[in-house]
Nanobody, 114 residues
Framework: VQLQASGGGLVQPGGSLRLSCAAS???????????VDWYRQAPGKQRELVAG???????TYADSVKGRFTISRDRAKNTVSLQMNSLKPEDTAVYYC??????WGQGTLVTVSS
C-alpha cells in the first residue's frame, strides 16, 4: 500500500489550499475499513495531529484548526482530502496523511507567507 499526498504549496495568509491523499495497492484496507488522519510537522516541532476521520465518517480536529479545516473522504476515488481555509503563518508545516491501517504518506509542504 502506498499513500500519495499532494496539494501543498505557497499561499498568502487568509488563503486556502486543498490537500489530497490517494491510496494505491490494497486500497480496501486503507480508507474504507480504517480511519484516516492528517498530521503536520513544523520546523523544530513535533508532529501533531491536525484532523481525523473514522471509517464511519466521524471527524475530529485540533483546536488550532477547528472551523478552518475540513477533512473528507471520497470512497469512489479512494482519496482523503483536507480543505484548509483562512490559513495562518503558523499553519506552515509538512503535512502527512496516515491510514489507521498503519500506512503513512510522504509529506507535502504547506507554506503560509506574504
Amino acid at each position: 500500500v502506498q499513500l500519495q499526498a499532494s496539494g501543498g504549496g505557497l499561499v498568502q495568509p487568509g488563503g486556502s489550499l486543498r490537500l489530497s491523499c490517494a491510496a494505491s495497492g490494497n486500497i480496501f484496507s486503507t480508507f474504507s475499513s480504517f480511519g484516516v488522519d492528517w498530521y503536520r510537522q513544523a520546523p523544530g516541532k513535533q508532529r501533531e495531529l491536525v484532523a481525523g476521520l473514522t471509517s464511519g465518517g466521524f471527524a475530529t480536529y485540533a483546536d488550532s484548526v477547528k472551523g478552518r479545516f475540513t477533512i473528507s473522504r471520497d470512497r469512489a476515488k479512494n482519496t482523503v482530502s483536507l480543505q484548509m481555509n483562512s490559513l495562518k503563518p503558523e499553519d506552515t508545516a509538512v503535512y502527512y496523511c496516515y491510514s489507521r491501517a498503519d500506512y503513512w504518506g510522504q509529506g507535502t509542504l504547506v507554506t503560509v507567507s506574504s
